[in-house]
């Protein structure tokens, strides 16, 4: 069965910090996208990568980051994190276009 | 551009009861139409998946049918259970795209 794991399910960092998410899946899927979820906005796509090295920005990249050195593994930066920057973060991964996203279950972020 | 609303939440229904969460889109061409769904402290898992007009989506007795002429999706199950108790997300994508839209979620509480 499809696995995608985030690091950490709770994590609680300090404003200013540099803050790594990471999500691994083991399907050798092409597509991995990082989205936060809030209250009230449902999911916004942070941002995605279609390959090792490429990534594409989502909606709301502003304040983040990614990296993709790795096909299995996709990690969120948080370049200066911020307290506007607290919510839940979900990875996913996705064989080919148009087919369903495999989720993992979350990192829910405190930013103090 | 793509967009996706879900019925407000939210919803509590007794158990046995008749669920129906409503869904409609906006979208160019012919998109693939889902539905997710997060059970507390989870990710999100696909419940259902319809990929063109006509097709129904059917999953642990949950049914919705892709309506082109209503750009409806709706979600129903005749027999609702309080392990049914979730969120539940409705979302597409178009072909050749690999991002989702999501609505804003339904939050569902069944009560014995």
């Known amino acids: 069965d499809v696995k995608v794991t985030q690091s950490s399910r709770y994590l609680v960092k300090r404003t200013g910090e540099k803050v790594f998410l990471e999500c691994v899946q083991d399907?050798?899927?092409?597509?991995m996208f990082w989205y936060r979820q809030d209250p009230g906005l449902g999911l916004r796509l942070i941002y995605f990568s279609y390959d090792v090295k490429m990534k594409e920005k989502g909606d709301i990249p502003e304040g983040y980051s990614v990296s993709r050195e790795k096909k299995e593994r996709f990690s969120l930066i948080l370049e200066s994190a911020s307290t506007n920057q607290t919510s839940m973060y979900l990875c996913a991964a996705q064989g080919i276009s148009n087919q369903p996203q495999h989720f993992g279950d979350g990192t829910r972020l405190s930013i103090l | 551009g793509n967009s996706v609303t879900q019925m407000e939440g939210p919803v509590t229904l007794s158990e046995e009861a008749f669920l129906t969460i409503n869904c409609t889109y906006t979208?160019?061409?012919?998109?693939?139409l889902f539905w997710y769904v997060q059970y507390p402290g989870e990710g999100l898992q696909l419940l259902l998946k319809a990929t063109k007009a006509d097709d129904k989506g059917s999953n642990k007795g949950f049914e919705a049918t892709y309506r082109k002429e209503t750009t409806s999706f709706h979600l129903e199950k005749g027999s609702v259970q309080v392990s049914d108790s979730a969120v539940y997300f409705c979302a597409l994508s178009n072909f050749g795209n690999e991002k989702l839209t999501f609505g804003t979620g339904t939050r569902l509480t069944i009560i014995p």
């Open positions: 979208a160019t061409g012919y998109p693939s």
């Open positions: 399907m050798d899927h092409e597509n």
